[in-house]
């Protein structure tokens, strides 16, 4: 495939990605700290619990630097804070505290709002062809995730 091919399905996928982030960014209350980073961290720990920041990078595909610093982030915030791993006391997990449980769900609940009233304009045959290429989408990128 052309460089140039590539070029435009990267540079549409980032602009999929800015635009599912509106809704976040113009939230009252929710711009001071929500950036897609954070929020990728905080879907990270709600669904798999406490994490390594080494798994937490893993998960979100960032460098630790990165990581960490998102992670103090949360944890200034009150939404995060470190642990001691059960088995390895060496190791630091970070959990999401309940303030931090209760963010992501306003943050979710914030992205359903706006995403069901922008879907809610589209006419049935439009609405098809979203589903359709999402889904198509979600099957390449698992493929693409499969040869990884």
Same mark, same amino acid.
């Given at each position: 495939?052309?460089?140039? &091919?590539?070029?435009? =399905?990267?540079?549409?996928?980032?602009?999929?990605?800015?635009? %599912?982030?509106?809704?976040? =960014?113009? $939230?009252?209350? +929710? *711009?001071?700290?929500?950036?897609?980073?954070?929020?990728?961290?905080? =879907?990270?720990?709600?669904? *798999?619990?406490?994490?390594?920041?080494?798994?937490?990078?893993?998960?979100?595909?960032?460098?630790?630097?990165?990581?960490?610093?998102?992670?103090?982030?949360?944890?200034?915030? !009150?939404?995060?804070?470190?642990? *001691?791993?059960?088995?390895?006391?060496? =190791?630091?997990?970070?959990?999401?505290?309940?303030? !931090?449980?209760?963010?992501?769900?306003?943050?979710?609940?914030? %992205?359903?709002? *706006?995403?069901?009233?922008?879907?809610?304009?589209?006419?049935? $045959?439009?609405? &098809?062809?979203?589903?359709?290429?999402?889904?198509?989408?979600?099957?390449? +990128?698992? &493929?693409?995730?499969?040869?990884?």
């Amino acid at each position: 495939m052309n460089k140039n &091919k590539i070029d435009i =399905i990267i540079d549409n996928i980032l602009s999929i990605k800015l635009n %599912f982030f509106k809704p976040f =960014i113009n $939230a009252k209350g +929710l *711009h001071s700290i929500i950036t897609p980073g954070i929020y990728y961290v905080l =879907i990270a720990l709600d669904k *798999h619990g406490p994490l390594s920041m080494s798994h937490i990078g893993r998960e979100v595909s960032m460098s630790k630097p990165n990581v960490t610093a998102l992670v103090d982030k949360l944890i200034c915030q !009150g939404l995060a804070e470190r642990i *001691h791993d059960e088995r390895d006391r060496r =190791i630091i997990n970070i959990k999401l505290t309940k303030k !931090g449980l209760k963010m992501k769900k306003e943050i979710d609940k914030t %992205f359903e709002n *706006h995403t069901y009233q922008k879907l809610s304009s589209l006419s049935d $045959a439009e609405f &098809k062809i979203l589903s359709d290429s999402l889904c198509n989408v979600r099957n390449l +990128l698992s &493929k693409i995730q499969k040869t990884e």
